[in-house]
């Protein structure tokens, strides 16, 4: 059974910086952020394709988190990374990863397009 684990969660400033990492057994297409927030859907927030081949690596985010977040893959350990700068109060929620998303070629960031799923991990930007 496919797994994933987020780590990296926690309570930062506006203005800061958290890391987050998302561990997998196993790699799957795309794997995903994604914020949700008590009583709001859950929204993508950046994707990374992962797969062996010449998208490997790409990458594509929300529009709300442009220039100051960054997903990277480090595929020795299975793991990928999400570098969150310039924190703001509305990034705060909890934080998933996902695999699988691939819907023609592209990675989306639509969580109904996503099969596994980490347990998430909660992050908090206080102004």
């Known amino acids: 059974e496919d797994q994933l684990v987020e780590t990296g969660g926690g309570s930062v400033q506006a203005g800061g910086s958290l890391r987050l990492s998302c561990e997998a057994t196993?790699?799957?297409?795309?794997l995903a952020w994604f914020l949700q927030v008590p009583g709001n859907e859950r929204e993508g927030v950046a994707s990374?394709?992962?797969?062996?081949?010449?998208?490997?690596?790409?990458?594509s985010y929300a529009d709300s988190v442009k220039g100051r977040f960054t997903v990277s893959l480090d595929n020795a350990k299975n793991t990928v990374t999400l570098q969150m700068d310039s924190l703001r109060a509305e990034d705060t929620g909890l934080y998933y990863c996902?695999?699988?998303?691939?819907?023609?070629?592209?990675?989306?960031?639509?969580?109904?397009?996503?099969?596994?799923w980490g347990r998430g991990t909660q992050d908090t930007v206080s102004t």
């Open positions: 996902a695999t699988g998303g691939l819907y023609d070629g592209v990675c989306r960031l639509r969580p109904s397009k996503y099969s596994v």
């Open positions: 990374i394709y992962t797969d062996n081949g010449p998208k490997k690596g790409t990458t």
């Open positions: 196993r790699l799957n297409y795309c």
